[in-house]
């Protein structure tokens, strides 16, 4: 290992050997230990060890996922947190468990929240982009059920669904 040159250089000047055919950087990988999801080791925002070819100077900065979990399992009931974007996906396997149902549906339209945008007679907040459940995952995803990603909050979160953008992105604040 040279450590005066960058990975780029090395891999060029070993590429010119005659007598190698590939050449490829080596980059260790460790499991995560905040959680099991298919992508938790990629998730560094929740605790950074400087995994995955993130370098040490980003080690620590981080949500501290951990401590935030322990914090949010000891408080008592149900936390909403409403995604105001272009719906939720609440059929899909990180998100079905955490999407909020609506307890007054013969009063108000919309099982898992309110669809503004006037696409969706029933009023059903369902995503059509993309968007708002990207951002929903990131918030609440199921933790350690071995898919997908974890969100930032492991426990007692309920995400609810009030969509004022289309399916391209748009939407009226009115």
């Known amino acids: 290992r040279d450590k005066t040159l960058t990975t780029e250089q090395m891999l060029k000047q070993v590429r010119k ?3 190698v055919k590939y050449a490829f950087p080596n980059y260790i990988k460790h499991i995560s230990t905040i959680t099991d999801d298919t992508y938790g080791d990629y998730q560094r925002a ?5 995994i995955n070819g993130f370098g040490d100077e980003a080690i620590g900065k981080d949500t501290k996922a951990g401590a935030l979990w322990s ?5 008592e009931g149900e936390q909403v947190v409403a995604i105001v974007d272009t719906g939720i996906d609440y059929e899909h396997e990180d ?10 549906g ?3 339209l919309g099982k898992h929240g309110m669809d503004f945008t006037g696409e969706i007679i029933d009023g059903e907040p369902y995503d059509n982009n993309g968007h708002g459940s990207h ?7 199921t933790a350690n059920n071995q898919k997908g990603i974890s969100g930032i909050n492991a426990s007692n979160v309920k995400i609810m669904a009030l969509k004022f953008l289309d399916g391209d992105g748009s939407g009226s604040t009115a």
């Open 17 to 19: 050997n005659g007598a």
């Open 95 to 104: 998100l079905k468990d955490v999407v909020w149902n609506n307890p007054f």
């Open 71 to 75: 914090a949010a399992s000891a408080a």
């Open 46 to 50: 929740l605790d950074n060890t400087g």
């Open 135 to 141: 951002c929903a995952g990131i918030i609440a995803a």
């Open 106 to 108: 013969k009063k108000l």
